[in-house]
């Protein structure tokens, strides 16, 4: 079973960039889609992006200016990175791994991790 | 971009009940459709995905049904443990939109 881990800043200042890491375990990153997805406090999912193992990504277009993801084979590993962040950013922001059958859906979740964006 | 639209919102039942929470796309997704559950202060949980299929694990009283534009989550029997919130999400199109979630509260 896939497991996944973020890490990373828990503080970020304004218009500063949010970088988190998301390690798997129990698997190779070298093959599926690998995902993030954000939710503010107290409200609902938000869908970030996704890379592909072959380094092909897709991205919301609400956040394309700003976001970049993309992985390290060599340690297993994929990352985030959200550039010129905002309060509107504070959020928990989950990693994920899809699956595929007749179409990629997300199965595995990390625990998510709480960023706030504050000076 | 698909929009995801869950109905309703908000709802609370009896233990034992039957629960029924909706979810329409703005266009046709074919049957490429998940559902998960976010009991509160925890990470969200794939419940169904293919708008049928149970993922491995998930107790048989939780059913999906639907296809297109029309998607439809049942609880047969609703237990304390299923107190939680439920989103769809279409994976159809390139932009994977959630819906905005249905809470479920015990009456």
Redesign the interface.
């Known amino acids: 079973q896939v497991k996944l881990q973020e890490s990373g800043p828990g503080l970020v200042k304004p218009s500063e960039t949010l970088s988190l890491t998301c390690t798997v375990s129990g698997g190779s990153i070298s093959s599926y889609y690998w995902t993030w997805i954000r939710q503010p406090p107290g409200k609902g999912l938000e869908w970030i992006g996704y890379v592909y193992y072959r380094g092909s990504t897709n991205y919301n277009p609400s956040l394309k200016s700003r976001v970049t993801i993309s992985l390290d084979t060599s340690k297993n590993q994929f990352s985030l990175k959200l550039s010129s962040v905002t309060a509107a950013d504070t959020a928990v922001y989950y990693c994920g791994h899809l699956a595929y059958s007749s179409g990629w859906y997300l199965d595995y979740w990390g625990q998510g991790t709480l960023v706030t964006v504050s000076s | 971009?698909i929009q995801m639209t869950q109905s309703p919102s908000s709802l609370s039942a009896s233990v034992g009940d039957r629960v029924t929470i909706t979810c329409r796309a703005s266009q046709g997704i074919s049957?490429?459709l998940?559902w998960?559950q976010q009991k509160p202060g925890k990470?969200?949980?794939?419940l169904i995905?293919?708008a049928s299929?149970l993922?491995s694990g998930v107790p048989s009283r939780f059913s999906g049904s639907g296809s297109g534009t029309d998607f439809t989550l049942i609880i047969s029997s609703l237990q304390p443990e299923d107190i939680a919130t439920y989103?769809c999400?279409n994976?159809?199109s390139?932009?994977?939109?959630?819906?905005?979630?249905t809470k479920v509260e015990i009456k």
């Open positions: 971009d049957s490429y998940a998960y990470v969200p949980k794939l995905y293919g299929t993922q989103y999400q994976y159809y390139a932009l994977r939109t959630f819906g905005q979630g």
